[in-house]
Antibody, heavy 121, light 106 residues
Framework: EVQLVESGGGLVQPGGSLRLSCAAS????????MSWVRQAPGKGPEWLAN????????YYMDYVKGRFTISRDNAKNSLYLQMNSLSAEDTAIYYC??????????????WGRGTLVTVSS | DIQMTQSPSSLSASVGDRVTITCRAS??????LNWYQQKPGKAPKLLIY???TLQSGVPSRFSGSGSGADFTLTISSLQPEDFATYYC????????FGQGTKVEIK
């Protein structure tokens, strides 16, 4: 089955850290860019970061640059997001998303179910 | 950052209605525009990419149009399973989403 399964979310105190994981199956993980997208309660989705097939290129939303790090392990078909210096504004459901090209156009065509991160004291 | 503005924020419609949602980018983005559908408690689902290309498996009652900075998602005949929130998303640079349009039952 083609799927993405996130894990690692939970309750963390302000200033704390968390590492999210995303396990991919059913497609050739190493052939695709991958992304992290989050969605705060009652808000629209927000793209955070993406990473090239071999990990050689990474891009981040300005708000998380320097705090979040995206990485991948193609041997394990896994994507990761290391999150540091968390604040209440980071409370959201975090999704990993397969990022597919159609020529020069990219889109998110496979999403996981998400993992909830709650930042609170 | 490129801002994406959707209108309306919500709408009420009946089964069988034609529904149109618009999305405006704060700068020209050519056809780097995708549309997603999201139902409560679920992840977004891709409907349209590159402004007008229907994703495989998506019903043909969904269509997208536009280029430059102004885009439209049209549902030609609203079905019960289409009541959801719809988001546009630009992939031109530092990808951003619109704030969403909630389609509710009238």
């Amino acid at each position: 089955e083609v799927q993405l399964v996130e894990s690692g979310g939970g309750l963390v105190q302000p200033g704390g850290s968390l590492r999210l994981s995303c396990a991919a199956s059913g497609f050739t993980f190493s052939s695709y860019w991958m992304s992290w997208v989050r969605q705060a309660p009652g808000k629209g989705p927000e793209w955070l970061a993406n990473i090239k097939q071999d990990g050689s290129e990474k891009y981040y939303m300005d708000y998380v640059k320097g705090r979040f790090t995206i990485s991948r392990d193609n041997a394990k078909n896994s994507l990761y997001l290391q999150m540091n210096s968390l604040s209440a504004e980071d409370t959201a459901i975090y999704y990993c998303a397969k990022t597919t090209p159609a020529g020069i156009y990219y889109y998110f065509d496979l999403w996981g179910r998400g993992t909830l991160v709650t930042v609170s004291s | 950052d490129i801002q994406m503005t959707q209108s309306p924020s919500s709408l009420s419609a009946s089964v069988g209605d034609r529904v149109t949602i618009t999305c405006r980018a704060s700068q020209i983005i050519s056809s780097y525009l995708n549309w997603y559908q999201q139902k409560p408690g679920k992840a977004p689902k891709l409907l349209i990419y590159a402004a007008s290309t229907l994703q495989s498996g998506v019903p043909s009652r969904f269509s997208g149009s536009g280029s430059g900075a102004d885009f439209t998602l049209t549902i030609s005949s609203l079905q019960p399973e289409d009541f959801a929130t719809y988001y546009c998303q630009q992939s031109y640079t530092e990808w951003t989403f619109g704030q969403g349009t909630k389609v509710e039952i009238k």
